[in-house]
């Protein structure tokens, strides 16, 4: 089982990790057992650990760097445009 799950999150796992890795496997399943265990009647489900929620900004649209100014920090530009290396043939 262990060489699978090793596989599976593409590690590679030498002989002499294997007891180590094994054992430490199989403590992490124990405690996930004990969860199983617990009487979680009357309990909320948590969405978030706190309270607090994303507060989202308006979404405004607006010029933050003129065009001149761009232009002058463009490395090759021409008296419109800056240019860029053709990545398309």
């Not at 999150?9 to 199989?26: F, H, I, Q, Y």
């Amino acid at each position: 089982m262990l060489q699978k799950i090793a596989h599976l999150a593409r590690l590679e796992v030498k002989p002499e990790e294997e007891t180590e890795l094994a054992a430490g496997l199989a403590e992490v399943l124990n405690w996930m057992e004990q969860l199983t265990e617990v009487d979680t009647t009357g309990v909320e489900p948590l969405t978030h650990i706190n309270g607090e929620y994303n507060i989202w900004r308006e979404d405004l649209a607006f010029n933050s760097l003129d065009r001149e100014v761009a232009l002058e920090l463009a490395p090759d530009r021409n008296e419109a445009y800056i240019k860029v290396p053709k990545v398309i043939e």
